[in-house]
């Protein structure tokens, strides 16, 4: 018995339909597996930088610390922190809501109640975990009195 052409044609067309499909899966799972470096302004610095602001791999996204390097109190320089990490994350297509992990360094111990009150629902209702210390032997870079740095998810 002879196989029906027409329907030999379809099941060809339908396989290499789905053979396709399968390729271009593959080729986005890769692409989604490569680190992707995100610029303030969109393009990358004249220099080479020292370390970049802000990394995807995946659909995670690492955000470097930041600290607010001008003369104030914990809360104007841990309000100016939570700015700029709020930034980075839009600028990269995420969001406060969807960080997952966030590191807090403090120059003074003491300023731990002060942080938390500007750091406090800034993560919306479900904040990420935390890890807060007080940094010894020096502080943190660049007299800021907070430095906090994040991942996130994309």
Do not use: W
Not at 14 to 32: F, M, Q, R
Not at 136 to 151: F, K, M, Q, W
């Amino acid at each position: 018995m002879k196989p029906d052409r027409r329907n030999v044609l379809k099941k060809s067309a339908a396989l290499i339909a789905a053979a396709s499909v399968v390729g271009t899966v593959k080729a986005e799972a890769k692409e989604k597996s490569k680190k992707k470096v995100y610029y303030t302004g969109g393009k990358p610095p004249e220099k080479m930088p020292l370390f970049s602001g802000a990394v995807s791999f995946g659909n995670l996204l690492f955000i470097a610390g930041k600290g607010a390097h001008f003369p104030g109190d914990i809360a104007s320089h841990t309000k100016h922190v939570l700015d700029e990490i709020e930034k980075e994350l839009t600028n990269a297509g995420s969001s406060m809501q969807k960080v997952l992990k966030v590191n807090v360094y403090l120059n003074d111990i003491k300023d731990y109640a002060g942080m938390n009150e500007v750091y406090l629902g800034r993560f919306g209702n479900e904040p990420p975990v935390r890890t807060t210390v007080a940094v010894a032997n020096g502080g943190v870079p660049g007299n800021s009195l907070v430095e906090i740095d994040c991942i996130a998810y994309i």
